[in-house]
């Protein structure tokens, strides 16, 4: 478990530490805990805008409306 | 993802994930809300089968950007398998959303644009609605 874990050291404004911790207490969750979970969903958030930045592009190439989807799905789909 | 189990569940099928990424609107808002962990969304691997194939055959989708979506959308959704619950008939997604709803005793709502699924309203007492 220790070697999948990497400590890092990281400088956050004092203000928003006082913040984070008042969301540990309430929540019964310490620091690291909450940090990497607003990691993943800030990493996740970036992957589903490039996704959609990508997917944008296709429906316009394709010159899909709201109402083709459940068509194409009825056309393709096996 | 979050395994609080006050978390509300939703059951999606393929024409949300199709709306959310082409589109926005308010299937990008659940995706976000399963995202931020305030809701859980609930796929199967037919509809991941089905969501790739759609996007390659009928959207212009190279296959390393399908793939991309489904493992984005394996990594903020529960996606079960499709021998979940009483088999009904031949292998059909549509079905599928409808099997899994149920199968998983949490399931809140279901939600799709199909409209013939729209139209049942309900399936053992789970809602079947529209998010557009």
């Known amino acids: 478990m220790a070697q999948d874990i990497k400590i890092v050291s990281v400088s956050i404004p004092l203000k928003l530490v006082q913040e984070l911790d008042q969301v540990c207490d309430h929540e019964h969750r310490n620091r690291s805990e909450l940090y990497r979970e607003a990691l993943r969903q800030y990493l996740k958030m970036r992957r589903w805008h490039a996704l959609r930045e990508y997917s944008a592009a296709k429906g316009s190439a394709a010159g899909t409306g709201h109402i083709d989807v459940e068509k194409i799905i009825e056309e393709i789909a096996v | 993802m979050s395994t609080e189990s006050s978390t509300e569940l939703i059951a999606v099928d393929t024409g949300i994930w199709i709306e959310g990424l082409l589109y926005g609107g308010p299937a990008e808002e659940l995706v976000k809300m399963a995202v931020s962990q ?11 089968l089905e969501l790739s194939q759609v996007l390659q055959d009928g959207l212009g989708f190279s296959p390393a950007g399908a793939r991309e979506v489904c493992r984005f959308v394996r990594d903020c959704a529960i996606v079960v398998k499709d021998d979940e619950g009483p088999a009904s008939g031949p292998f059909d997604p549509r079905a599928s959303l409808l099997r899994m709803s149920v199968a998983n005793g949490a399931t809140a709502i279901a939600a799709t644009e199909h409209s013939r699924l729209l139209r049942l309203d309900q399936h053992e007492e789970i809602p079947i609605v529209s998010i557009m």
Do not use: N
């Open chain 2, 38 to 48: 305030s809701i859980k969304l609930m796929t199967c691997e037919s509809m991941l």
